[in-house]
């Protein structure tokens, strides 16, 4: 009687994994469609703004959440036939895929939280130099395109203010005709409408794109890291139920 008991105890304890999985699958995937989500949108949305930035560790840090986000939702699949079919092969490399993306999204959330300590320090230093000496420049195109595309996204002119063009190459140049900004520093953009640099005319707004652009990637950044981080952390309950299922199948007298 006793024994009965027991057997039947195990056999609820296992339906009761099997259907924790189950729940946690569809929560994976929906985890994983969320992690694709935030890596695509972070890559679409203003990406010409990574032409601006001195170092790739932002991109790296969406590439490596769209590659998670592809591997989570294969991986629920797995999990939901590993659970069916009650394999423990099929469980031990479900776990493993587990495993190796919670590493894979850690090192995305990782990347975005150094990446946000010196964002600050790294546009003061680069964006002002890249603006002066790019803009307009043969073989430049991309990132005038991005200058022009942020000073109108952001309404903003230079990287600090309006006269840190005074100190560019383009507007230096016999090509700028008499501007003083481009005309994508204008309200209304207008041929040559850069020639005229009073507030009325172009965008005076204190600390420049600099402030603005930093606000924009470190929002980004926070929820790269928040995105990443957190379904990390539910990948552990995951592992959590796969093992103690694992177990409770291994013990399976049949």
């Keep these: ?16 994994l099997k259907y924790l999985l189950f729940v946690f699958n569809f929560l ?3 985890g994983g469609v969320a992690v694709m989500g935030v890596g695509i949108w972070t890559l679409i949305d203003k990406g010409d ?18 590659l998670a986000g592809g591997l989570v939702m ?12 009650e394999q423990r092969s099929l469980l ?11 590493l894979i999204e850690l090192v995305a959330g990782i990347l975005a939280y150094v990446y946000y300590q010196r964002l600050s320090e790294e546009l003061k230093q680069h964006l002002s130099t890249t603006m002066q000496d790019n803009y307009a420049q043969q073989g430049k195109e ?32 016999q090509e700028a005709d008499k501007r ?16 005229r640099d009073h507030p009325s005319n172009i965008y005076k707004v204190e600390g420049g794109c600099i402030t603005k652009l930093e606000q924009f990637l ?17 990948q552990i309950c995951g592992m959590v139920f796969t093992c103690c299922l694992h177990r409770r199948i291994k013990l399976d007298p049949y």
Excluded: E
């Excluded at 006793?2 to 195990?10: H, M, T």
């Excluded at 032409?51 to 790739?56: D, E, K, P, Y």
């Excluded at 294969?74 to 079919?85: E, M, P, Q, S, Y």
């Design 1 to 16: 009687m006793g024994s009965l008991y027991k057997n039947d105890q195990d056999d609820w304890v296992t339906v009761c």
């Design 28 to 30: 994976f995937w929906m």
């Design 49 to 66: 703004y990574l032409s601006l930035l001195a170092s790739s560790t932002f991109a790296v840090s969406a590439y490596i959440l769209l």
């Design 74 to 85: 294969v991986t629920g699949f797995l999990g939901c036939c590993a659970v069916i079919r």
């Design 92 to 102: 031990s490399m479900y776990f493993s895929c587990l495993l190796v993306i919670f």
């Design 142 to 173: 991309s990132i005038t395109k991005a200058v022009d595309q942020l000073q109108q996204d952001f309404k903003c002119c230079g990287s600090n203010n309006s006269i840190d063009w005074q100190q560019s190459k383009y507007i230096q140049s």
């Design 180 to 195: 003083v900004v481009p005309d994508s520093c204008c309200k209304t953009v207008t041929h040559y409408c850069g020639r």
């Design 218 to 234: 470190a929002d980004h950044l926070l929820i790269i890291g928040a995105v990443g981080i957190g379904v990390a952390c539910l």
